[in-house]
């Protein structure tokens, strides 16, 4: 039996769903994407950012925190037939996409710049660290997963409602970009110059590479930078270095941080 | 049709290794766990680290570097069955375990503690930072995961073959024996002290909690320390944080490091 209301699985607005769930194309012309679960649902309405509109199952309740948004009933069975995982108390919520033009950041003083970054959890961990140590924005560039996709939004836990995020396909414009824009562009690379050897407290963006391959030769960067290791060279992955190459910016700019944020 | 000498579903030999993947109790019983994949199985290799033997799917061969090692040949589909990932070259090979007496690493001065670390990946990259910055051991403590689960090894890349792993039930023993060993026990705590305002030069245990409730008032440490951030304190989880508190303690021993490895 159907509630009176509830969506079916062909309902349109559910085919939507869908389709901003799987489709990284659909995301992009529709400007929006989905979010999963309670949790992000609390960050995203704690955050003040735009929600189109709520989706749980019939019977189901949901806080949305005294904020005016619509809530659609979806029919017993669709939302499992539809999200990427199940939670113990499962909701979806339409948002509209997050990221800002390139532009939007001239003026700023750290970004992080990923080129080709494949793995969702990675883009998601990036955008925890960008957070955490205090950057101006994250950029995915090249062939770069969609940091709106659903299992990146997950990993991020929250950190895109907090940091904006810029989405640029062609590598070699946005670096030229950054750099008409006054940033210092550093490439971190296993045998870079070590991170307490660089000065990192002026306008920098910071690149970091692919899982598998780093940064290409043909990705142009002004210097190099790396975490300097005593264990194997391959022993921390991209997400981990990006992490502490970060917090070594926010270190050498203790004392500054705090008017730079200002400065926004 | 089975090849001679083939081990099929049933032989003691594939039950072991099952067991070895899916118990932990069997894991500590038997003192042995299994590694999967060629590139993990390479970098025990690498690392002279010991194999009981090597398990490959008929037809398939396996690159052994040159070590003696007892190679077992699987009938066809039954690695698909008790293995915990497919790869493109499966392969499965049983270890004795890794993990040494707490006694072994006295005398040591940087170790990280995990109290009740529940995530195997988590796991993965303390034990990846750890190696990265030279930390002498990483102890698993109270109902921490146990690091030769399947998806512990897999996620530490081979660190566990390069820094040495202590497993330990009791926390309040574990914690007291590291004081009487002259380890400063620094519990990794959100409202901590900056890590830039504590000194990590001398021998310290850098002890980090559970991924949801973080350390519980009844462990037991001399002090605390944190991630200074910018962002939401909960913008960083516990691998991340020990990512970047294991290269705080390695910046201020920058110059002692050759040293303190060097008297290992």
């Known amino acids: 039996m159907v509630a009176p209301g509830a969506l ?106 990923c080129v080709d970054l494949q793995d969702p959890g990675n883009a998601g961990t990036v955008l925890r660290s960008a957070e955490a140590a205090g950057a101006d924005a994250v950029v995915f560039a090249g062939a770069s997963v969609d940091p709106f996709n659903p299992k990146a939004v997950r990993a991020s836990a929250g950190s895109l409602f907090h940091v904006p995020v810029v989405c640029e396909i062609a590598v070699d414009d946005t670096l030229g970009r950054l750099r008409e824009a006054g940033f210092h562009r550093l490439g971190a690379a296993v045998g870079g110059t070590s991170m307490y050897e660089v000065d990192l407290t002026g306008p920098v963006a910071l690149v970091v590479g692919n899982e598998a391959h780093g940064l290409g030769d043909e990705v142009e960067v002004d210097s190099t930078v790396a975490v300097p290791m005593v264990g194997r060279t391959e022993s921390l992955n991209v997400g981990m270095a990006a992490a502490v190459l970060c917090f070594e910016v926010s270190r050498q700019r203790r004392g500054e941080v705090g008017e730079a944020r200002g400065a926004r």
Chains 1, 2 share one sequence.
Request: with cysteine; net charge positive.
């Open 8 to 113: 079916g699985v062909r309902h349109p607005e559910v085919d939507r769903l869908r389709r901003l769930l799987r489709r990284r194309s659909e995301r992009s012309t529709e400007r929006a994407f989905v979010l999963e679960g309670p949790k992000l649902l609390a960050e995203a309405l704690d955050a003040n950012a735009p929600i189109e509109a709520v989706f749980v199952p019939e019977g189901a309740s949901v806080d949305l925190r005294g904020r005016d948004v619509a809530v659609r009933v979806l029919s017993r069975g669709v939302l499992e037939r539809i999200a990427g995982t199940v939670t113990p108390q499962p909701v979806l919520a339409v948002c509209p996409r997050l990221d800002v033009p390139l532009e939007q950041i001239v003026g700023t003083t750290f970004v992080v710049v």
